[in-house]
């Protein structure tokens, strides 16, 4: 997004906003806001002069201008020169988070988007690392960079996907999440600007913004357009930007469950290239695909590109083994980085996790099956209990987003648990307040427990339905501090 949105593609994301039921500057002011809520229309944009989108709609001017002013008395248009202000949130208090807290007992966790362990298999990773683990005791036991056995299965299974890769290429770090702080501190400095998808991964956007940088949004388009990424918009945000960095989920993406074509992931390379952005490329979900489309990775089109993955969603976020991939001399930097934070991963873990990666597809044909299983029985629960939500369908990943009938995403995470689930709000996925038309609904859970935890979002939204006075009280409310992943 070149941060001015011109008038043709505005009323483009406007579609048939005028109904005739209301005031048209009034349907205008409403239709605009529930764009920049939904992260249609990014934050920080100049709306088009009030002549220009006139003429294109066929309005009079003073329609526009009492439009514009209403956006502005609410909170969601700055005040700039002339009629060009930008695109905003009302101030308000986000959620807090508070990631080691656990569902309390009884409550069917929805927040949190994580499968138990493939058992068997990570049973047996840990039995065999214990019997190499003697060979390593003589050492000092720190390790900043990695076991060599870990950074090879790692490299080798890179190359295997098509992009050559060298040991020396690789950091094993404590889960992905860790591997972005480092990425960050390395490559973004204080007030730098990270491009981001719209929605994004929560714990992502709060590594950016505690990393002290600016998460630059563009939003992806609504669920059903092709393409699946606006390219052009991230095109134009990285030539007229110049962020520092771009944090990209390109493989099942979180929340939406989309896949990247090979197409975009080239010109995506080529603009990042051109505008000096770094891709970080957040890998995590690669391996959970569930109907075979797929794509090269994204370091298959550029050698600058910084890779991120990890076991956590693969194999079990107990684990804590992630890893990054980049050309050896940013690996480098990375290390010497990263003994600032601290001095290595642990022995045992990353002994078992070579085992792992060295074998990653044997537990995925079952849990794949599991999975595959999960999301048509929740896509059926969902038309079924709650056919006014539009969930769309993911191609892999854990979750469903779904397109709320209105914009209570904040009351229903409130009102939840007193149903029995834990949610985690739209905005959590969003910058400003966006997002409070969507829920992310993960299927980790069996079926059985999928239907219950429905069933309990159905009784919730036909509470609030029932009492608009609740609904707008608990608008305003925070939810409760909730882990996300």
Not at 168 to 173: A, E, G, S
Not at 341 to 368: C, F, I, K, N
Not at 433 to 444: I, S
Request: proline content about 8%.
């Amino acid at each position: 997004m070149s941060g001015l949105l011109n008038p043709i593609a505005l009323t483009r994301l406007l579609g048939s906003w005028n109904s005739g039921t209301l005031p048209a500057y009034r349907e205008l002011a409403d239709v605009v806001r529930l764009l920049v809520m939904d992260g249609r229309i990014p934050l920080d944009v100049a709306l088009p002069s009030e002549r220009a989108l006139a003429q294109t709609l066929g309005l009079s001017r003073t329609t526009v201008t009492a439009a514009y002013s209403s956006l502005r008395e609410q909170g969601f248009l700055t005040t700039g020169q002339g009629s060009r202000g930008r695109t905003c949130i009302p101030q308000r208090t986000s959620p807090v988070t508070m990631p080691g807290l656990a569902a309390p007992e009884g409550l069917l966790d929805l927040a949190y988007a994580s499968l138990p362990a493939a058992g068997e298999v990570v049973h047996r990773a840990f039995a065999d690392a214990l019997t190499e683990l003697p060979a390593l005791l003589p050492g000092f036991g720190y390790d900043a960079v990695g076991v060599p056995a870990l950074r090879q299965a790692i490299a080798d299974k890179y190359t295997a996907d098509g992009v050559p890769t060298n040991a020396q290429q690789i950091l094993v770090t404590s889960g992905a999440q860790h591997a972005l702080n480092i990425v960050l501190k390395t490559l973004a400095g204080k007030q730098d600007k990270v491009l981001v998808e719209h929605p994004s991964y929560p714990n992502a956007l709060d590594a950016i913004r505690a990393a002290g940088c600016r998460p630059f949004p563009v939003a992806l388009p609504a669920a059903g357009s092709a393409p699946a990424w606006d390219i052009d918009a991230m095109e134009a945000a990285m030539h007229h930007h110049r962020p520092a960095m771009a944090y990209l989920v390109p493989d099942f993406h979180n929340p939406t469950g989309r896949i990247m074509s090979g197409l975009q992931r080239r010109r995506l390379a080529r603009a990042a290239a051109s505008a000096g952005t770094v891709l970080v490329v957040d890998e995590t979900l690669r391996g959970l695909n569930l109907d075979g489309v797929s794509a090269a990775p994204m370091a298959a089109f550029s050698p600058t590109v910084v890779s991120i993955g990890s076991l956590s969603k693969s194999h079990w976020a107990g684990l804590r083994t992630g890893w990054i991939r980049a050309d050896e001399a940013l690996v480098n930097r990375m290390v010497t980085t990263r003994t600032t934070m601290d001095l290595g991963a642990p022995m045992v873990e990353q002994l078992a996790a070579a085992r792992l990666v060295s074998a990653y597809s044997e537990p995925l044909d079952a849990r794949l099956a599991e999975l595959r299983n999960n999301r048509d029985s929740l896509m059926e629960l969902l038309a079924e209990h709650l056919p006014s939500w539009d969930p769309e369908r993911p191609q892999g990943g854990l979750t469903v987003w779904c397109r709320l009938p209105s914009p209570c995403s904040t009351a229903l995470t409130v009102l939840a648990p007193e149903f029995g689930v834990r949610l985690a709000a739209g905005p959590r996925f969003g910058v400003g307040g966006a997002f409070e038309h969507y829920m992310r609904v993960p299927y980790t859970l069996p079926p059985a427990q999928l239907e219950v935890a429905v069933r309990a979002l159905r009784a919730a939204q036909d509470k609030l339905d029932a009492s608009p006075q609740l609904r707008r009280s608990l608008k305003t409310e925070r939810p409760a501090a909730v882990g996300v992943a």
